[in-house]
């Protein structure tokens, strides 16, 4: 029996242990964008970095100015650093924070009690918050790693671990660690589990990520909240002047309406656009199952362009004057939005953000002003379609799934990405195995037991693949 | 020395426990819009109806299906029941429920904490929720009567007091409970304290009050929230077409684009315009108290007519998606607003609600459904410009500060006064001694010490005149 089929059986063997392990992780409220939650950060860390330790990594913490990046080496001996033998040095890049919990009062369960739950289809899930994105899709790679452990006593190539704890709010600090650190890290490939497979049987392998330009817009009428009936009809309302600039965001063709915000975006070459629409992705199974039925993006593009190759403007939040039960009658002094832009080819953040600024600045009128916040820009990114590590990845996947894997571009930013390309000249691969109802980022997000448990096979058969 | 004299004399030298007694009414947090608040509204009014009984009312709390209103009434024997004498018998409408006090990171101080604080200009002032609107400003009426009873041992006319407590979430129980009780209270006249002065140093009498609609608009599209990046650009977004709605309730002339919205509405008389023009009201004096600069409404109407005479269309609130610190990539699954007019004329409140619901049907996608909740309906009102009784009450606020006092209409809306004029076929006056810096509903509300100490004289004079 090979190495490996030692490993699989080991994989399913230990299925329950490794459930354990990551369910101890899930109860960390490891929420990274809001300063409250600081210290579970610095726990959920503290708990990767002493599971990488079980299983003969030399991992700690490295502190940043916001959350602690956990960076774990697998100490293999000096053979194997560098790649000696043709197997390549990993790079791992997963990590440990999640998204906020609100609206607490629609998750039928406390988010930070993992439990398995049955589908009515029959399918066994993890709910939690961060059960998918990213503690269960970091932990079916760290899972691989431990049943080679267990299994050889070492691990098939050499393996250094970066499981940061900023991504859901920009990794803002990855940047600078990694360019202060480039020797350490520019490895010979990273490998990263942040995506999505293309449907419950096929994997996929991630080739372009979307860029992400995240704006926070606060507007200021008068010097307090006034009453209606006294003020009404005749002080300017911040919340009448920001819906006007938000609702001329896009025209009626769903086109964003900001000056230059089209400069970079490039139509796809024909025969990447034949392959896309040979998927043929309808509304009725994207949107179905989320309960919509019309595309509402740009009415000249295709479902699959929209989510995946065309740039797009969302308003992610809104707020201002009364929320509560009931009636109030205030004119409010203050009403602020948030607003994010996904990025696809050569489209320039920073000058988006500029245009965006001068978008709002031009709309409002005497008696209101704008602050402006930015949660992280990051630039598009376009992989590889082919390469000798991409074609390992592909036969490892179709060996575990029995399907061929699709690649596709994916709609959302993973920002350090570009980063190991742009900084350290290193090419990622992006195998993940979310589906699109894990409800990843709402109330009650899931991760399907088969994700999780054939995502442990995979990357075990990806690392053997790669080591050969 | 006459009767009034010596009253007058004792209101000042009572204007220490005056304050104290106020104080502990501004103590009770009686927010009735919040269901939360419902025992702290039931002890406002336990507390009114003691204050009365002290002073010699036969007073109780009636309860409705909301909170209850207190009724108290004088015992001056039967010889004042009825017109006898010429004296009316008197109906005083005031409210001892208050607005919600959020944000509460806005008050300097606690606003339950009632303090006396000093302006700037050296004006003294009593500083709470409900400082003014309006426990501070029923109470200058109550006070009044306490000094009579104090020095006469009895009232110079029969007075029914009617203390609610759902004034500021839309009076809906009071209309059936003075319907089912008009016999009751069908009396010769009503007083109501709950308008505001010129300025400073003019006392007003309001002759019409603006309608209220006040609509709660609730929209979902996905059936849950959804990674913006999973699907933004393909999914519809409800903040997206909650503003596109929005931004549409007002043209570039600043008029209401609802469909006969102002049906019902009439120009002013050539001769009122006139006085209002008269009045000479700046935006420099009226907006620039609150750091504005440029009326917001109509384009062409005066100010004082878009805060007097004019219908608007409001947004008090909004809220949708992620609203807290930092950034969350959701696409939000619903949003919601409050929308409120004020009427003028004869403007039909249920056909305005029907025209909203339709502007806003007409205007939602297919993957959009709104839900509508309602939080009051009241018409407008216009009341006499003049009478014996308006005279008296003219002639009486003279006397106190020196000035004629100046006929307006009033911007906010008192639901239940034009049920006294439409079902118990009564007049009311409306006198009130707040100023436009109060603050009402927003946070540090404040009463001027001279409009409370001046008001308590003033209701001295008017019992007095209209007893004559």
Same mark, same amino acid.
């Given at each position: 029996?090979?190495?490996?089929?030692?490993?699989?059986?080991?994989?399913?063997?230990?299925?329950?242990?490794?459930?354990?392990?990551?369910?101890?992780?899930?109860?960390?409220?490891?929420?990274?964008?809001?300063?409250?939650?600081?210290?579970?950060?610095?726990?959920?860390?503290?708990?990767?970095?002493?599971?990488?330790?079980?299983?003969?990594?030399?991992?700690?913490?490295?502190?940043?100015?916001?959350?602690?990046?956990?960076?774990?080496?697998?100490?293999?001996?000096?053979?194997?650093?560098?790649?000696?033998?043709?197997?390549?040095?990993?790079?791992?890049?997963?990590?440990?924070?999640?998204?906020?919990?609100?609206?607490?009062?629609?998750?039928?369960?406390?988010?930070?009690?993992?439990?398995?739950?049955?589908l009515a289809d029959g399918r066994k899930i993890i709910v939690a918050r961060g059960a998918c994105d990213d503690k269960g899709q970091a932990m079916t790679f760290i899972e691989a790693c431990r049943a080679y452990k267990n299994v050889t006593g070492k691990l098939p190539l050499?393996?250094?671990?970066?499981?940061?704890?900023?991504?859901?709010?920009?990794?803002?600090?990855?940047?600078?660690?990694?360019?202060?650190?480039?020797?350490?890290?520019?490895?010979?490939?990273?490998?990263?589990?942040?995506?999505?497979?293309?449907?419950?049987?096929?994997?996929?392998?991630?080739?372009?990520?979307?860029?992400?330009?995240?704006?926070?817009?606060?507007?200021?009428?008068?010097?307090?909240?006034?009453?209606?009936?006294?003020?009404?009809?005749?002080?300017?309302?911040?919340?009448?002047?920001?819906?006007?600039?938000?609702?001329?965001?896009?025209?009626?063709?769903?086109?964003?309406?900001?000056?230059? /915000?089209?400069?970079?975006?490039?139509?796809?070459?024909?025969?990447?656009?034949? &392959?896309?629409? @040979? =998927? #043929?992705? $309808?509304?009725?199974?994207?949107?179905?199952?989320?309960?919509?039925?019309?595309?509402?993006?740009?009415?000249?593009?295709?479902?699959?362009?929209?989510?995946?190759?065309?740039?797009?403007?969302?308003?992610?939040?809104?707020?201002?004057?009364?929320?509560?039960?009931g009636a109030k009658t205030v004119l409010p002094a203050k009403a602020s939005a948030k607003v994010s832009f996904r990025l696809v080819g050569d489209q320039d953040p920073d000058k988006i953000v500029e245009a965006f600024h001068k978008f709002v600045r031009d709309r409002l009128?005497?008696?209101?002003?704008?602050? /402006?916040?930015?949660?992280?820009?990051?630039?598009?990114?376009?992989?590889?379609? &082919?390469?000798? @590590? =991409? #074609?390992? $990845?592909?036969?490892?996947?179709?060996?575990?799934?029995?399907?061929?894997?699709?690649?596709?571009?994916?709609?959302?930013?993973?920002?350090?990405?570009?980063?190991?390309?742009?900084?350290?000249?290193?090419?990622?691969?992006?195998?993940?195995?979310?589906?699109?109802?894990?409800?990843?980022?709402?109330?009650?997000?899931?991760?399907?037991?088969?994700?999780?448990?054939?995502?442990?096979?995979?990357?075990?058969?990806?690392?053997?693949?790669?080591?050969?």
């Amino acid at each position: 029996m090979s190495d490996l089929n030692v490993v699989l059986d080991r994989i399913d063997a230990d299925l329950d242990k490794s459930l354990d392990r990551l369910f101890a992780l899930l109860r960390i409220q490891s929420i990274s964008t809001d300063p409250a939650y600081k210290k579970h950060c610095r726990e959920a860390a503290e708990f990767v970095a002493a599971d990488l330790r079980s299983i003969g990594f030399d991992a700690g913490l490295r502190d940043t100015e916001g959350h602690p990046v956990v960076v774990g080496k697998s100490s293999n001996g000096a053979g194997f650093q560098g790649s000696k033998n043709g197997a390549p040095h990993i790079l791992f890049y997963g990590h440990y924070d999640v998204q906020p919990v609100d609206p607490l009062d629609l998750w039928s369960a406390p988010p930070f009690e993992p439990k398995i739950d049955t589908l009515a289809d029959g399918r066994k899930i993890i709910v939690a918050r961060g059960a998918c994105d990213d503690k269960g899709q970091a932990m079916t790679f760290i899972e691989a790693c431990r049943a080679y452990k267990n299994v050889t006593g070492k691990l098939p190539l050499p393996v250094t671990m970066m499981i940061e704890g900023e991504e859901e709010c920009g990794s803002k600090n990855l940047f600078g660690f990694v360019r202060d650190n480039a020797a350490e890290f520019k490895l010979d490939l990273a490998l990263v589990c942040d995506t999505a497979m293309w449907d419950q049987n096929t994997p996929a392998i991630t080739s372009s990520l979307r860029g992400l330009v995240y704006e926070d817009v606060k507007l200021t009428c008068a010097d307090r909240d006034l009453h209606s009936g006294s003020f009404g009809g005749a002080a300017q309302n911040p919340i009448r002047v920001l819906s006007k600039i938000l609702a001329a965001l896009h025209d009626d063709q769903g086109r964003v309406t900001i000056p230059g /915000f089209y400069d970079g975006v490039r139509d796809l070459p024909a025969d990447i656009k034949a &392959d896309l629409a @040979a =998927l #043929n992705l $309808t509304a009725e199974q994207f949107l179905g199952q989320v309960g919509l039925k019309v595309p509402a993006g740009e009415k000249d593009r295709m479902l699959i362009e929209m989510i995946t190759t065309r740039p797009t403007a969302e308003i992610n939040g809104i707020i201002g004057g009364y929320t509560g039960e009931g009636a109030k009658t205030v004119l409010p002094a203050k009403a602020s939005a948030k607003v994010s832009f996904r990025l696809v080819g050569d489209q320039d953040p920073d000058k988006i953000v500029e245009a965006f600024h001068k978008f709002v600045r031009d709309r409002l009128p005497v008696d209101c002003t704008v602050e /402006f916040g930015n949660f992280g820009n990051a630039r598009a990114l376009q992989l590889a379609f &082919d390469s000798p @590590a =991409l #074609n390992k $990845t592909r036969s490892a996947l179709k060996a575990e799934w029995g399907k061929t894997a699709v690649t596709v571009g994916a709609g959302g930013s993973i920002p350090i990405v570009g980063d190991f390309k742009s900084v350290l000249g290193m090419d990622s691969i992006m195998v993940g195995f979310a589906l699109d109802d894990d409800r990843v980022h709402s109330p009650n997000e899931k991760f399907d037991l088969k994700s999780f448990h054939k995502g442990i096979r995979s990357w075990a058969r990806i690392l053997d693949a790669l080591s050969a």
